[in-house]
């Protein structure tokens, strides 16, 4: 189920994996025998970043200042998502599901503002993703 975006829907802040007591470092996760919810987590993530314009809506948030000069909101709460779809040049439904996959992962935050949904990269989500995925391809 992806979540669609308009105003009368709020993004649901109880749906991040990697939370509170979720959240384990590399260290625990492989000394736990890599647990079902790093690995769906690892699973989860390598899914979100196998498109190419998941990957460059990430790419593009890593410099939102350069890539969305004209938000008239300012770059404080993030970039707005309507933002995000003008620049992928594809449908809003197109889009939200793809954000909605990016953001069902971890690797991206919303904030509500009114009518407006405002996206971010999630920094420590995807720190933790890089950690897992070296985990799991190191040679012992």
Not at 10 to 27: E, I, K, L, T, Y
Not at 44 to 68: C, D, G, M, T, Y
Not at 100 to 114: A, M
Request: glycine share 6%; hydrophobic share 35%; net charge positive.
């Amino acid at each position: 189920d992806e979540p669609t975006f308009n105003s009368s829907c709020a993004p649901s802040s109880n749906s991040r994996p990697c939370q509170g007591d979720r959240f384990m470092s590399v260290r625990s996760a492989v000394s736990a025998g890599k647990s079902a919810l790093n690995t769906m987590g690892l699973d989860s993530s390598i899914r979100a970043v196998a498109h190419p314009v998941r990957r460059n809506i990430l790419e593009w948030l890593k410099s939102p200042q350069l890539n969305f000069p004209d938000q008239e909101y300012g770059q404080e709460l993030g970039v707005c998502l309507g933002q995000i779809i003008e620049r992928c040049e594809l449908s809003p439904s197109t889009v939200s599901k793809h954000v909605g996959l990016l953001r069902s992962s971890g690797l991206l935050e919303f904030q509500k503002v009114g009518n407006a949904i405002f996206v971010r990269r999630s920094e420590a989500s995807i720190q933790h993703f890089k950690m897992l995925m070296t985990a799991q391809i190191s040679v012992n």
